[in-house]
Nanobody
Framework: QVQLVESGGGLVQPGGSLRLSCVAS????????MGWYRQAPGEERELVATIARDGSADYADSVKGRFIISGDISRYTAGNTVDLQMNALKPEDTAVYYCSAYTGRDYFAARDYWGQGTQVTVSS
């Protein structure tokens, strides 16, 4: 099992920037990928961005060119981290953002673990 601790978030005006950070506690197994999801009121949780152990990243179309995910998930002990730099924020980016880590004894037995979530509000 792994615990995820998020930081960052808050209130920002449209066009502004915020940075989210997530640190994973020690994990019995390697972490295959980490990422960020978000959930707006009345909406389903959706993928924002993920990063794999080799550093490759994927983004939702709605955030491409504005958000950048980075991190180091190569460790076998505590300290794996993932950050999300959010630029040119829009009101529709308002949501609770959740850090995730996909880990298990092997890739097919792995599952997602979640952080507690951090609120991002984009409003003037």
């Amino acid at each position: 099992q792994v615990q995820l601790v998020e930081s960052g978030g808050g209130l920002v005006q449209p066009g502004g920037s915020l940075r989210l950070s997530c640190v994973a506690s020690s994990s019995i197994y390697i972490i295959y990928h980490m990422g960020w999801y978000r959930q707006a009121p009345g909406e389903e949780r959706e993928l924002v961005a993920t990063i794999a152990r080799d550093g490759s990243a994927d983004y939702a179309d709605s955030v491409k060119g504005r958000f950048i995910i980075s991190g180091d998930i190569s460790r076998y002990t505590a300290g794996n981290t993932v950050d999300l730099q959010m630029n040119a924020l829009k009101p529709e980016d308002t949501a609770v953002y959740y850090c995730s880590a996909y880990t298990g004894r092997d890739y097919f037995a792995a599952r997602d673990y979640w952080g507690q979530g951090t609120q991002v509000t984009v409003s003037s």
